[in-house]
């Protein structure tokens, strides 16, 4: 099973977040590691191709995820080895 197939099988699930989350927006890390949040959906990784990605890059960020985050649904990009399932 994929890692973006195990986020789709446990919509409804929580997700523990073992690294910070890095927001785009605001240039920084929110600086809570451990966060563990709902799992609201899942989707296949999209990147642009004028992302300014590298192909090692576009490997490494395995889906995206719907998440309850802080009170809002928020889409991330993760990784498996960030991301603990409960």
């Known amino acids: 099973m994929t890692f973006l197939e195990q986020l789709q099988a446990n919509k409804g699930g929580l997700v523990q977040l073992k690294t910070e989350l890095y927001w785009y927006a605001q240039g920084r890390y929110d600086g809570n590691p451990g ?27 395995a889906a995206r995820a719907y998440l309850l985050i802080d009170g809002g649904p928020r889409w991330i990009w993760i990784v498996d080895e960030d991301v603990e399932l409960l």
Do not use: E, K, Q, Y
């Open 35 to 61: 966060r563990v949040c709902l799992i609201l959906d899942a989707a296949a990784n999209i990147l642009p191709a004028d992302a300014g990605t590298t192909a090692a890059t576009a490997r490494s960020v």
